[in-house]
């Protein structure tokens, strides 16, 4: 965890105060010396989202879909790869009054590290996450594959990120050949699988069901609640 407080600048030593020139000739001296000056900096702050959740996946897997589908964030949609350009944070509104913030960033291709595609240096904004949701896209051969080429990437970004919980979501379940496709995924990761379609809503309260077990169990401050629902 990084520290919560630095020190961006040193002010400079105080001054001698009236009370320092205090002496039996001088019961009430007005004399005082200034203090020396502070140091100076120019600080770039970059603010890195702070999401609970972050969404990873190839662009066009459904991520900013997903994001609209179950929070009131409204990032653009759109048939072609690349569509969101900035990381967008949306936040699950619980009855129990809970709130999980999701992050969405651009899509990351195979060789991101490469600076191929947008590049991988969104993944910052995931860095974070108290927990990770690698988006796969159904209806594309071998989404395993996806997955693999995902967790290499964040490898090259920041080892860290591997070992950060996670979850599968397996998108686009609606279209052909979706199932059998999850069913070959089940059989080649060990990573908890939730399939979903951003489109109809298949699946979606599990899903948010599931986000919420995974805060419960990686918010070490809050004490865990075990009845809550979805709004
Ligand atoms: N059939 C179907 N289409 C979906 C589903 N989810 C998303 N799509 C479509 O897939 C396309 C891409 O969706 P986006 O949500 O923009 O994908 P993204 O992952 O945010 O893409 P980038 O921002 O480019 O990384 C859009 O045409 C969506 O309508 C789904 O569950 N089923
Ligand atoms: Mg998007």
């Known amino acids: 965890m990084l520290p919560r407080q630095f020190i961006a600048a040193h002010g400079g030593a105080g001054g001698k105060g009236n009370r320092f020139f205090l002496s039996n000739e001088n019961r009430a001296p007005m004399e005082a010396?200034?203090?020396e000056s502070g140091?100076?900096?120019s600080l770039q702050l970059e603010m890195k989202s702070m999401a609970h959740a972050g969404m990873?996946?190839?662009p066009n897997a459904g991520k900013s879909s997903l994001l609209r589908l179950f929070s009131n964030a409204r990032p653009a949609v759109a048939s072609y790869p690349f569509t969101t350009l900035n990381p967008h944070v949306g936040v699950i509104n619980y009855r129990d009054y809970e709130?999980?913030?999701?992050?969405?960033?651009?899509?990351i291709i195979e060789g991101a590290h490469q600076n191929r595609g947008l590049g991988f240096a969104f993944l910052r904004h995931i860095?974070?996450?108290?927990f990770l949701l690698y988006v796969l896209d159904l209806s594309q051969p071998e989404p395993w594959t996806q997955f693999h080429s995902l967790q290499y990437e964040l490898r090259q970004f920041d080892e860290s990120l591997l070992h950060r919980p996670h979850i599968i979501v397996a998108n686009k379940?609606?279209?052909?050949?979706?199932?059998e496709a999850l069913q070959l995924l089940r059989q080649k990761t060990q990573s908890k699988v939730i399939a979903v379609s951003a489109l109809t809503g298949e699946n979606a309260e599990e899903l948010i069901m599931h986000l919420r077990e995974l805060y419960d169990e990686h918010q070490p401050s809050q004490q865990n609640r075990k009845t809550y629902s979805y709004w």
Not at 127 to 130: D, G, V
């Open 33 to 35: 010396t200034p203090g």
């Open 39 to 41: 140091e100076e900096r």
């Open 56 to 58: 990873v996946g190839f």
């Open 99 to 107: 709130q999980i913030s999701v992050a969405d960033i651009p899509g």
């Open 127 to 130: 860095q974070r996450c108290l």
């Open 173 to 179: 379940i609606d279209l052909p050949q979706a199932r």
